[in-house]
C-alpha cells in the first residue's frame, strides 16, 4: 500500500483521579480519528505522566520513579484500541523501567494484530537526564507495516540530523515524532527541525505534542504544542510542506493523506533531489 490516512493528537493534559480516566480520554481520541477513516495515529511524548497527577493516599503526586508501574495497563489499553479500531497507534512515550534502575522514555508502536514495537529516545534533554534520571536509548529500528516503512524519533532526536539520516538510510519513509515542549523556544526548535529533515531526506514526518497542564506534576506545568504532518517542499507537496496542523495549544486532532509513491518519485526527479545528492565522499553516510 502507498497510501495513509494519518491522524496526530493534541493531548489536552489535566489532572486526573483514576487510570481509567487515562483510558477514557485516550479511547476518545481514538474513536474520534476512526470516525474520520484514519489507519494510524500518533499520540505526544510523555503524555501519560497524566497518570502521576492521581497521586498517592495523602494527595501528592506520583514521581517519575513510579509510572513504569502502569506499563502493563498502558499497553493492554492500546494494544485493545489497536485491536478494536483496526488501527496501528504510536502510543507516544512512556516510562518504562529497563532494569538496574534505569529508566527509559520509549516510544511505543501498537499493531491491529496485538504486536507491540518500542523505540527508546535516543538523545536525553538536560531536564531528562538530570531531573528525572533518564537514560538514552542504545540503537535505532525503523518498523515494516502494511504501508511502509516507519520510524519513531521523539522530540529532542529530531534536532539531530545524523539519526535521521540513519533512519531513511534504513528504508523509512515517515518518521513518526511524538513531542513535548514547555514553550514556544522548545516547541519551534523542533517543529523547524522537523521541515529540516523532511527537505534533508524527502520523508513526511508526523509530529504532535502535549497542550494543557499537570498542576501537581514537577515539569509538566506548562505545555505548548500543535500537531503537523510536513512534507518536502516540492511540487506536488504544499509549498509550505504543510499538509496539515492544528490550533496552537487546543484539545484537537489533525488528519491528512500520505501518499508514499510521491516521495520515490521526488526522490527519483523532483526540483531538487537531496536524499540522492548528498556528497558521502565529503561527510560520510550513516547506515
Request: negative net charge; charged residues 20%; contains cysteine.
Amino acid at each position: 500500500m502507498s497510501s495513509l490516512r494519518v491522524s496526530a493528537v493534541q493531548y489536552k493534559l489535566a489532572d486526573i483521579a483514576s487510570f481509567e480516566d487515562f483510558a477514557a480520554q485516550s479511547t476518545h481520541y481514538v474513536r474520534n480519528a476512526s470516525e474520520y477513516g484514519v489507519q494510524c495515529v500518533l499520540f505526544p511524548e510523555f503524555f501519560t505522566t497524566q497518570l502521576l497527577s492521581i497521586g498517592d493516599e495523602q494527595g501528592q503526586p506520583l514521581a517519575i520513579e513510579q509510572l513504569p508501574a502502569f506499563t502493563d495497563r498502558y499497553v493492554a489499553l492500546f494494544q485493545s484500541l489497536a485491536a478494536e479500531y483496526n488501527m496501528h497507534i504510536i502510543g507516544g512515550t512512556h516510562v518504562i523501567d529497563v532494569g538496574g534502575g534505569k529508566l527509559n522514555n520509549t516510544a511505543h508502536l501498537f499493531y491491529p494484530d496485538g504486536r507491540v514495537e518500542r523505540q527508546a529516545k535516543l538523545h536525553m534533554t538536560p531536564t531528562e537526564r538530570d531531573e528525572w534520571n533518564m537514560q538514552p536509548g542504545d540503537g535505532l529500528q525503523v518498523f515494516d507495516t502494511e504501508f511502509g516503512t516507519i520510524a519513531m524519533l521523539t522530540c529532542y532526536d529530531i534536532e539531530f540530523p545524523e539519526i535521521v539520516r540513519m533512519a531513511r538510510a534504513k528504508g523509512a519513509d515517515i518518521i513518526f515524532c511524538p513531542s513535548c515542549t514547555d514553550d514556544r523556544h522548545g516547541f519551534y526548535r523542533v517543529r523547524y527541525c522537523c521541515h529540516a529533515r523532511a527537505v534533508e531526506n524527502q520523508v513526511y514526518i508526523v509530529t504532535t505534542g502535549t497542550v494543557g497542564s499537570l498542576r501537581k506534576v514537577d515539569f509538566m506545568r506548562a505545555n505548548f504544542g500543535q500537531a503537523a504532518v510536513i512534507s518536502p517542499n516540492d511540487i506536488p507537496f504544499p509549498p509550505a510542506g504543510i499538509m496539515t496542523e492544528g490550533i496552537i495549544n487546543d484539545d484537537m486532532l489533525v488528519v491528512a493523506d500520505l501518499n508514499v509513491q510521491l516521495l520515490h518519485d521526488v526522490r527519483a526527479a523532483g526540483s531538487v533531489t537531496t536524499w540522492r545528492d548528498r556528497r558521502i565522499d565529503l561527510y560520510g553516510d550513516w547506515q
